[in-house]
């Protein structure tokens, strides 16, 4: 059964550093896309970065997080790493790694068809 494992998730003070991590496993094939999503309490969810490995394989980023964050990966298209720096109060909320394993998606689209269970970063002044 295909699962995503995250991790990093911790509590840390304004203008500090995490770095979470995602690991897919039970795959068969590489995903279309994976990428990090984030859920403030009494708000919507956000894409915060993606991979998106079909149609010119490109990295898109929210524009809050721009500059401070950048998401990476090894030889694997099954592993990425969030690196977050500069950590402001907003950035508090629970992050998700997800990814497109759908065969049938279209060309450079990046539809979520699997999730974690959830990494929670705490930002605090």
């Known amino acids: 059964q295909l699962q995503l494992v995250e991790s990093g998730g911790d509590s840390v003070q304004a203008g500090g550093s995490l770095r979470l991590s995602c690991a897919a496993s039970?795959?068969?094939?590489?995903?279309?896309?994976m990428a990090w999503f984030r859920q403030a309490p009494g708000k919507g969810r956000e894409r915060v970065a993606a991979?998106?490995?079909?149609?010119?394989?490109?990295?898109e980023y929210a524009t809050s997080v721009k500059g401070r964050f950048t998401l990476s990966r090894g030889n694997s298209k099954n592993a990425v790493w969030l690196q977050m720096n500069d950590l402001k109060l907003d950035d508090t909320a629970m992050y998700y790694c997800?990814?497109?394993?759908?065969?049938?998606?279209?060309?450079?689209?990046?539809?979520?068809?699997?999730w974690g269970q959830g990494t929670q970063v705490t930002v605090s002044s």
């Open positions: 997800a990814a497109d394993y759908n065969l049938g998606s279209y060309v450079g689209a990046c539809n979520p068809t699997h």
């Open positions: 039970g795959y068969t094939y590489d995903p279309n896309c």
């Open positions: 991979f998106i490995y079909t149609g010119g394989p490109r990295t």
